[in-house]
């Protein structure tokens, strides 16, 4: 039976392309829904929602698909697909943006290339724009920028029971603030406003040691951290160097260390900037300014791999922590597309703390390891390095955590994600859009007045 008032197209099992969109990117998610409902509106999305809700159906939201819980498809439910939603309108005066609840990152920053206007990305360009930003949204210019909620001016939401409202400064205002990291939790994104920042230039510079350097390129990352401009963001990574044109072909396929900087400005500030880390003599590298449409997509993780990752928020990072970092890079999964990452954070990130519900936000690193495979044989393997690595970091903890960053790991864990007292105002805000929890494939607030 087809939902009263849908114009969409619905899929099911049998047809052509039911398999196609039942894939999300982790490939160790594997479900298969009853009905896959690919909304062209916010109208289809009501009367998805309403047809799930009536007929008792898991009801699933897909957007990029990149939730490494699987998020975006129930077994046996309904899947609520806005991939056909992902127009994007820029306002170049306004210097705003209205994107489409299914729209992606590289839609949103090429619509705003032309105008060399951006807000925080995530660090994959084919992340969904709504998942990331309603979760907090961290990206490369978070230094300077702020978090992508932090740049929501408002959100369209279908709540559970059918219903289609706006959330900003002056409607629902409880609702706009659960919204700037609160996740998917109170409905769906129709579509969402962003505040837009012009950065005419952006450069990346990438330098590379064989792993035995890491514990000195970490060293030297950290301390250049310390004092650096806001304009300068990136991190530090372990990984399996790619066949680059600027990795040495004696380290090409094996496992290294990878000094990133993405800078707000110019090749030759950034240079000035990243001064230490050449200092440390690089056996690669590769400095260049590239319009940020490209730049956000010149690291993406390539699809069609099994995942699992985690993190640590960490508010300081002696040289215990360092070694206890570096040492566990030598157990991570190569070849393959894994990383063990280390993200700087301050600047504006630690300024929004106290407006929105994120708790997390005074930390001063951030530790984000995140494991990609093939062989279902390795899983064992692979998430338990992953949760090692955390492990290891737990002595510097704030003991909080970016719910984006990790997939399912118990209740404890997403309080974690807000601290206690705004997890309970969360769940006032959820009591009162879905008190029955009909959203709740996600990093779950739980209805309730504690």
């Known amino acids: 039976m087809r939902p009263t008032g849908f114009g969409g197209v619905l899929l099911q099992a049998g047809d052509t392309e039911y398999d196609a969109a039942r894939t999300v990117f982790n490939a160790m998610v594997d479900r298969k829904p009853a009905l896959i409902a690919q909304c062209e509106s ?79 990305g995530g660090r994959a360009s084919s992340a969904g724009v709504a998942g990331v930003a309603l979760g907090g949204g961290s990206g490369w210019l978070e230094r300077k920028l702020g978090l992508a909620s932090d740049a929501l001016i408002s959100v369209e939401l279908v709540t559970a029971d059918g219903q289609l409202l706006i959330a900003d400064e002056t ?72 066949p680059a044109r600027f990795v040495p072909e004696g380290l090409k396929g094996q496992p290294v260390v990878l000094a990133i900087a993405v800078y707000a400005g110019e090749s030759d500030e950034a240079r000035a900037v990243f001064e230490p880390m050449y200092a440390l003599a690089p056996e690669g590298q590769f400095v260049a300014e590239l319009p940020y449409a490209e730049l956000q997509a010149a690291l993406d993780s390539p699809s069609g ?111 974690a994600g807000f601290g206690t007292a705004n997890y309970d105002r969360l769940a006032r805000v959820k009591c009162q859009y879905d008190p029955e929890n009909v959203f709740h494939l996600n990093q779950n607030v739980e209805p309730g007045w504690r």
């Open 171 to 242: 409607k629902n205002r409880e609702l706009f603030w659960a919204l700037h990291g609160g996740g998917g939790n109170f409905g769906v994104a129709t579509a969402l406003t962003f505040r837009l920042t012009q950065v005419v230039t952006t450069t990346l510079a990438l330098l590379v040691w064989p792993l035995a350097a890491g514990p000195s390129v970490v060293r030297a990352y950290r301390d250049l951290l310390d004092d650096a401009p806001e304009e300068l963001g990136g991190g530090v990574v372990f990984l399996t160097a790619p």
């Open 305 to 415: 791999f099994r995942n699992y990752c985690s993190a640590e928020h960490l508010q300081e990072f002696p040289d215990p922590a360092v070694l206890a970092f570096c040492d566990r890079a030598r157990e991570m999964i190569t070849p393959s597309p894994s990383r063990q990452v280390m993200l700087p954070w301050g600047g504006a990130v630690r300024r929004g703390a106290r407006d929105w519900p994120q708790a997390y936000r005074d930390a001063a690193w951030v530790a984000h390891p995140f494991g990609a495979w093939t062989d279902p044989c390795t899983d064992a393997q692979a998430i338990r390095w992953v949760r090692d690595v955390c492990a290891d970091l737990e002595p510097w903890s704030t003991g909080h955590v970016c719910t984006n960053f990790i997939g399912y790991e118990g209740q404890d864990r997403v309080i």
């Open 42 to 120: 916010a109208a289809d999305v009501q009367a998805a929602v309403r047809y799930g809700v009536e007929n008792e159906l898991e009801l699933a939201v897909r957007g990029g698909g990149h939730a490494v819980t699987g998020a975006g498809v129930s077994d046996s439910g309904m899947v609520l697909d806005l991939r056909r939603m992902n127009s994007v309108q820029i306002d170049p005066d306004a210097r705003i943006a209205r994107v489409g609840g299914g729209a992606t990152w590289r839609d949103l920053d090429r619509a705003g290339q032309r105008y060399c206007l951006l807000t925080t």
